[in-house]
Nanobody, 123 residues
């Protein structure tokens, strides 16, 4: 079975940093586009960042540009999201996703999902 498992969430103060990890198992994802989405309480699941299959291109939602960085370690079959200068508006469950296609910020474009990791930013 194919699994995406997120980790690294937690409680952090405003202005702090966290690094999320998405470990893939059961399949090598180095030919897949990988992405991060997030879902705040009572809100829809929103796109955060994505990295394409050859790591040449990335895509970010405007609110995280300059603060968040998506990357991948192919040897570990793991994707990362480095999050800096966090604000309470970044509080959400963060989900890892994968698709066998190009970059996309659309929820419906992704076929595989993890279960999420909670990030809470206190004011």
């Amino acid at each position: 079975q194919v699994h995406l498992i997120e980790s690294g969430g937690g409680l952090v103060q405003t202005g702090g940093s966290l690094r999320l990890e998405c470990a893939a198992s059961g399949h090598t994802f180095d030919t897949f586009t990988m992405a991060w989405f997030r879902q705040a309480p009572g809100m829809e699941r929103d796109f955060v960042a994505a990295i394409n299959r050859n790591d040449a291109n990335t895509l970010y939602t405007d609110s995280v540009k300059g603060r968040f960085t998506v990357s991948r370690d192919r040897a570990k079959n793991t994707m990362y999201l480095q999050m800096n200068t966090l604000t309470p508006e970044d509080t959400a469950v963060y989900y890892c996703a994968a698709r066998n296609g190009g970059l996309s910020g659309y929820y419906s474009a992704y076929d595989l999902w993890g279960r999420g990791t909670l990030v809470t930013v206190s004011s």
